[in-house]
């Protein structure tokens, strides 16, 4: 049989192809996705949070003939909770608490590719309304009760880093803009980047923000609703919560005929629910954070994992409808349609599916990719080539951006280059031309990429920062339009000297990657934040890194001392590229770091452009001076 030069053409071949690669690559979701969803099901279009569909497990699920209905994975304790609400003698406590938790409907058992699974039929809160903005609160002081695993404590504290201080934490929320008819998320890492009860605070009013007004108009039924739920946690003596979230959900369509004042509001996520002793519910234990402008948000009690809850039977749902068998390998259009019709297009799991539908046969998403193109909106992203993963293949924008930075590795090719160009070239990711990746459908856009090497590639768990730096990312003769906008996103750009762009750490203790997106790097407003943003990129959940900042001074004042120099280029937008090995595997080189300069779509010769001064120079001056303030700090 002649051999597959096209690469994998089905998921079964390519996820073969992909056994040894990363878990948190997003076209192994899409691709798991379409290989493992039950028949007649969609993943839930718009979770923000919970359980998902990645590393084989479960996620929350949809019936495409109910949407009124979600099922969740079962977990014993979220079962028992939901069948002891049932009970015909139930006391005031639990009848009281019915209207605040999604009706409950039941067990449904599935057959998946792996076996069969078991999964909660709930009430779906959001179905009834057009354009859902919603948001999942983690409320309480801690999640963990008394007695519980230490490691399951220390990862506890990292995930959920400002319980202490707010009492909730953001795990998730999109919201409705009516402007641009579409949603903006905010995942975890969002929340996780709201360190203390200010910015707590701050991202409540994002919340509300609908990017045309702040919808003040639904704060008093908010108070309304959420003063209930905190007097039901006060007044109750039956159970203790750990882990559970507030659900804030409201209509943020402008479409006339819909009720834009419809607010609902629910407890979710009972898998650390048990019974309890009166003493146990003492109202002292629950914490109470006032949110000014919104709400009062709650809220939690202490208690036990060795508690069970009496298990009456119940009956099941009705058996789903039967639909016909698909290919063994549904394909991605009967995918596709079905999302159409039933789900908000712009969920993860519309994005997975698409994905799996846009990527070109034989190449994968780049799994480390922290900032720039992502395959988002129709817009092709970074690519990785299955086979060849020391090599990335980077996008060429539409003019003038992409033949700009085309032009810029090509002139770095040239055989007479001057000593400081040279020197340049050592900064950058070496550069082997463009290819054309044909597309993945006959209909699809052909594209060129850049394909550079892979400098995070050597790395075992790498550990990866990118800052945006320079006063200025808008060149001279940039439209208005831009130069407001760049401002917006980050307005002290030009006195922090750089903006952390996202960046993903390898955490020893989980063997797992934290990540922090650009949302959290725009809410490092001032020099301390910003601070504490480098420290959160050395610290590995167990220890800082301080062993690594030498390597770091020395690399980055290398790249500060070349521009100082130069008078060659005038770059704007240009990112420094820093990773570090997170590994602690034997035979691992910790002291392993790499820095980089990306991200040339702006730049220029400096005859091109009038001299506005210092500008990436200042940049990497400021960022040196962040890491020698750390230096300088463990001792």
Known sequence: ????????????????????????????????????????????????????????????????????????PLVVKEIQFYQYLQSADASQDVVNIRKFVPNFHGIVQLNESHGSADYLALEDCVFPFTKASIVDLKIGKKFYDKGTDESKVLRTRVKYTVLEAAGFQIVGMRVFQPSLNEFKFYNIKFGQGLSDYDSANKGMLDFLDNGTEIRYDLVPSIIKKVTEIKNWFAAQTTFKLFATSILLIYEGSQTPG??????????????????????????????????????????SSSGSDSETFPFPELTPLEAPPQIDPPEKNKKVQDMLSLVDQYCDTDGLSSEAIALLGAIPDGYTPVPHQMGGHKHVNGKPGFLRKIGTPEFLYKPVQPFPKGIRELNFYNFLQTPELTSEVLQLKKFLPKFYGTQIIPPKTSDGVIS???????????????????????????????????????????????????????????????????????????????????????????????????DLVPSIIEKVTEIKNWFAAQTTFKLFA???????????????????????????????????????GPNCEFGAKQVLEHFRIIKESQF
Request: contains cysteine.
């Open 574 to 612: 240009t990112s420094i590229l820093l990773i570090y090995e997170g590994s602690q595997t034997p035979g691992v080189d910790r002291s392993r770091v790499d820095i980089r300069l990306v991200d040339f779509a702006h730049a220029y010769f400096s005859s091109e452009v009038m001299d506005l």
């Open 258 to 299: 819909v009720d834009r004042s419809r607010v609902d509001i629910r407890l979710v996520d009972f898998a650390h629910t048990t019974l309890a002793t009166e003493a146990e519910c003492d109202p002292n234990s629950y914490q109470m954070a006032e949110r000014s402008n919104t709400s009062p948000l709650l809220i």
């Open 1 to 72: 049989m002649a051999a597959n030069i096209y690469g994998p053409r089905n998921v079964s071949e390519m996820l073969s192809q992909l056994e040894n690669g990363s878990n948190t690559n997003l076209s192994q979701e899409a691709l798991r996705l379409l290989s493992c969803i039950p028949e007649g099901y969609i993943p839930l279009p718009h979770q923000i949070a919970g359980h998902r569909h990645t590393n084989g497990k479960e996620g929350l699920l949809r019936n495409i003939h109910k949407p009124q209905i979600l099922l969740k």
């Open 448 to 546: 060129e990429y850049f394909r550079l090497e892979d400098c995070a590639h050597p790395f075992k768990k790498p550990s990866i920062l990118d800052l945006k730096i320079g006063k200025k990312v808008c060149e001279q003769g940039s439209a208005e339009n831009k130069i407001i906008r760049s401002v917006e996103k980050y307005p002290v750009q030009d006195s922090i000297g750089f903006r952390i762009v996202g960046m993903r750490v390898y955490k020893t203790l989980t063997d797992d990657y934290k990540y922090y997106n650009r949302c959290y790097g725009m809410t490092r407003l001032d020099k301390e934040s910003v601070h504490q943003g480098m420290l959160d990129f050395l610290d590995n959940g167990t220890e800082i890194r301080y």
